[in-house]
């Protein structure tokens, strides 16, 4: 069975274009339209409608999304607006809507919106991690890609990777991915997007892991504002339950800013014989701005021979916070993995590697019963 | 005082530069400053890694004044300052050479501003034979006032996986953009005879650029001289690296001391690259 669209808009003209535009779009069929939500309550139940696209930019939006969902239990409700906002949307989304779509919209929106939200609605209370390193070289690429996937695999649920790392960003290489467009056109466009509009620009590696891809070359860095880079991270907040982003090594604007907006800052760095742990210590101390950054910031090692727990204790000793996770070495794992396009953790399940992140993913699937200190 | 004692000398600026983290940077940084200043150079290193920087860390120093104090007299006392009050002695077997430290609290480091950085390396230009300067592994604002005043760029590299290949090309295609002259920017590859699954031979033809040097790896030994705080061309002058620094640093300063490397035989064919690069 196709979508069976009730419409309500209370402004004629645009009701007239979406109107069109929903005819037009193959597998929709509108059934009903109205200007008045009051109308559309009392009348609209006898066409059956699954889908029900809602204009709700007024402030009484989510008590009228409430009354909807009484009437229409079992139908999907997307709001319209004319500009998204995240924090506009969330309230919407708790009120009972599945999801949120920019009017007017296009037939390939109008399917996408359809597409991401009626069946797994939009995130609300997603998480989202970045990724800091004091240095480069911490393998944080390397074990993001592989926390993706895994966390994907093990939760189920939509995950995201922003690659901001907007001069030497490896995501692409990582993923075997040649991106059709990257975070350069996010950035250009992100003042117009939604949800659904910023959905495309990620690159699918498997159903449930989307990339956003870096720039293509250094000088780009220039195209992506931090005003614009934190409005693709709201938004795709928005689309992926567990949001992953990689940042440009020490601290910048780029790398200040993502961790601003996330949940969970993990700091990573290579064991490599040569100061590591001081630099992890220092740039500790600025993160300990935050109130809360005992429960918000994490610190990772990767590269740690030997990976047992008693190497774990010993670093965290020298660091004077407690290390969440370790990483072995697994140059020719990962390499191997990344010559054939694919991550360390498909190819040996139950290598030292893959348990190493597999124990990671655990801690984040566990956050909120205090995961991280449990496992 | 004569005319000629009033001409300024400008020494010479040897940047490093890289686009991956960990490939060499500081370590023959600190040992081209050394295996000069054992030549009788009047040298002093800068770090501009400016907020981890471990040339400090490298050589034990401890220093009392960094970089941030440099560019505090800048600001009050404006071109009268002297930048020899805010440099760290180092001295190994007899043989010195100054550090200009990076500065202590990264929120300094934040805030160094970039034409105080640059009127810093102008100074030292005057009082220095050599300049030698570590940077961090992008391009800031910071590092391309440095590729524009350095009279040489060594463009350091190593080979270990595709990510680090892809860098370095969109690092020399970026050099190449910028228009720097082919002598100045100098590719060298370091950790040669690293295990890699790549042929440094596939890397130079994706370059288009042959290496103009190539140093050995020894990880051990570079390691070790990390934990003495000592550079490894003052202790352990006759290993491999150390003669190959000194080849390197013979051709900078055109006293060539011979021991140019072939650059690292073919070991397999590869077209990871041509997936990368077509």
Redesign the interface.
């Known amino acids: 069975m196709g979508f069976r669209v009730l419409l309500v808009e209370p402004d004629r003209l645009m009701l007239e274009q979406l109107s069109m535009t929903i005819s037009k779009t193959p597998g929709f069929e509108l059934v009903a339209r109205y200007q008045a939500a009051s109308d559309a309550l009392g009348q609209g139940t006898v066409f059956k409608p699954n889908i029900i696209l809602l204009g709700a930019d007024g402030q009484k939006a989510p008590e009228l999304i409430r009354d909807f969902r009484r009437l229409y239990p079992d139908v999907s409700i997307i709001c319209m607006g004319e500009q998204w906002r995240a924090d506009s949307a969330a309230h919407l989304v708790q009120a009972g809507a599945r999801g949120y779509i920019v009017k007017p919209f296009t037939s390939d929106e109008l399917k996408n919106a359809v597409e991401a939200f009626a069946k797994s609605g939009m995130v609300v209370g997603g998480e989202t991690y970045t990724f800091f390193s004091?240095?480069?070289?911490s393998g944080k690429?390397t074990l993001i890609a592989n926390l993706a996937m895994e966390l994907a695999r093990r939760s189920r649920a939509k995950v995201g990777i922003i690659d901001a790392d907007l001069?030497?960003g490896?995501m692409a290489?990582?993923f075997?991915l040649s991106p059709t467009s990257t975070i350069v056109e996010a950035a250009r466009d992100a003042e117009f997007l939604s949800p659904v509009t910023l959905a495309p620009y990620f690159m699918p590696v498997t159903e449930n892991v989307h990339v956003l891809c870096g720039t293509r070359?250094?000088?780009l860095?220039d195209r992506v504002s931090i005003a614009s880079l934190e409005r693709i991270i709201r938004i795709a907040q928005s689309l992926y339950q567990y949001l992953l982003i990689d940042v440009?090594?020490?601290?910048n604007p780029t790398s200040i800013a993502a961790s601003e907006l996330s949940t969970t800052t993990i700091l990573v760095a290579?064991i490599?014989?040569?100061?590591e742990i001081?630099?992890m210590r220092?740039?500790l101390?600025?993160f300990k701005d935050w109130p809360d950054y005992e429960d918000r910031v994490k610190a990772v090692f990767t590269r740690v021979t030997p990976c047992d727990r008693a190497s774990q204790e010993e670093i965290g000793r020298a660091l004077g916070f407690p290390v969440a996770g370790i990483i072995p070495n697994a140059?020719e794992e990962?390499?191997?993995a990344?010559?054939s396009g694919m991550m360390a953790v498909d190819i040996e399940a139950s290598s030292p590697f893959a348990q190493s992140v597999s124990k990671l993913v655990s801690k984040i699937m566990g956050r909120h019963s205090s995961g991280w200190r449990s496992v | 005082m004569s005319s000629a004692e009033q001409e300024t000398i400008n020494g010479v600026v040897i940047s490093f530069f890289s686009t991956a983290s960990s490939v060499g940077k500081t370590l023959i940084g600190i040992n081209m400053a050394a295996e000069l200043a054992r030549q009788g150079a009047r040298v002093v290193l800068v770090d501009y890694d400016l907020q981890f920087g471990d040339v400090c860390n490298y050589l034990q120093l401890e220093p009392e004044q960094t970089l941030m104090d440099a560019q505090r007299s800048i600001q009050l006392t404006g071109s009268s300052f002297d930048v020899r009050e805010c440099l760290t002695p180092y001295s190994c077997r007899n043989i010195m050479f100054a550090v200009l430290a990076a500065p202590r609290k990264l929120e300094e480091a934040y805030n160094i501003e970039t034409s105080v950085a640059q009127k810093v390396i102008e100074h030292l230009q005057g009082l220095f034979d050599y300049v030698i300067v570590d940077t961090t592994s992008m391009f800031s604002e910071l590092n391309l006032m440095l590729l524009d005043i350095s009279t040489i760029v060594t463009y350091l590299g190593v080979v270990d996986f595709l990510p680090t290949i892809k860098n370095m090309k969109i690092g020399s295609d970026t050099l190449r953009t910028l228009g720097y002259d082919s002598e100045k920017i100098r590719l060298v590859l370091n950790r040669s005879n690293a295990k890699t699954r790549i042929s440094s031979e596939d890397v130079q033809k994706l370059l288009k650029q042959e290496f103009y040097y190539v140093l050995p790896n020894d990880f051990q030994a570079a390691s070790q001289s990390i934990i003495d705080g000592k550079p490894l061309v003052l202790e352990h002058q006759d290993i491999a690296l150390s003669d190959a620094i000194r080849g390197l640093v013979g051709l900078y300063s055109n006293r060539s001391l011979g021991g140019v490397e072939e650059p690292a035989r073919r070991e397999h064919k590869s077209s990871l690259l041509g997936r990368l690069f077509g």
Not at chain 1, 134 to 137: A, L, S, W
Not at chain 1, 248 to 251: G, I, N, S
């Open positions: 004091p240095k480069g070289k690429t001069q030497f490896d290489v990582f075997s070359a250094p000088n860095i440009p090594p020490a601290f290579m490599n014989g040569g100061y001081e630099h220092e740039a101390e600025i140059y990962v390499s191997t990344a010559d």
